[in-house]
């Protein structure tokens, strides 16, 4: 999203907004976004710094971090059918058929090719059901 891009792994339980909302709600608990954490490392994983929600509430810190933006997922409030400020829109078939052959690529596949990034606009997110062991996860 925007001009510093950010990526996350989440597990899918087959509603992708509710995947989208369990990791906001995490990330804010966390306290993993600007202004607490200007520049957070990405993708958090277990041991990533935690010094934990300084705002009353995500509208809080998006309002505290003004055009900025809290650089992290709580940008993306929602999961569209198409691209749209604050939204995470599903990378197509086409696309993820151009940079990956497949329609489900695997994490090991993502993390060593994330060129969808440059193509998207400030505000926007995307997100793709991960190939996986169990019932997957969203990026």
Request: proline residues 9%; negative net charge; aromatic residues 10%.
């Amino acid at each position: 999203m925007g001009s510093s891009p950010y990526w996350y792994y989440e597990r899918y339980t087959g509603d992708v907004d509710e995947s989208l909302q369990t990791l906001r709600h995490r990330e804010f608990t966390a306290g993993r976004y600007n202004p607490v954490m200007p520049f957070p490392d990405f993708p958090p994983r277990p041991d990533s710094p935690s010094p934990g929600a300084q705002h009353a509430s995500i509208e809080e810190a998006m309002e505290d971090a003004a055009e900025d933006g809290t650089r992290s997922i709580l940008d993306l409030m929602t999961v569209g059918e198409s691209p749209d400020f604050c939204v995470a829109a599903r990378l197509s078939d086409d696309e993820l058929l151009s940079l990956y052959e497949t329609t489900r690529p695997t994490r090991e596949m993502i993390d060593s090719n994330l060129p969808f990034s440059d193509a998207m606009e400030r505000g926007q997110g995307i997100y793709i059901v991960v190939a996986g062991k169990k019932r997957g996860q969203v990026l």
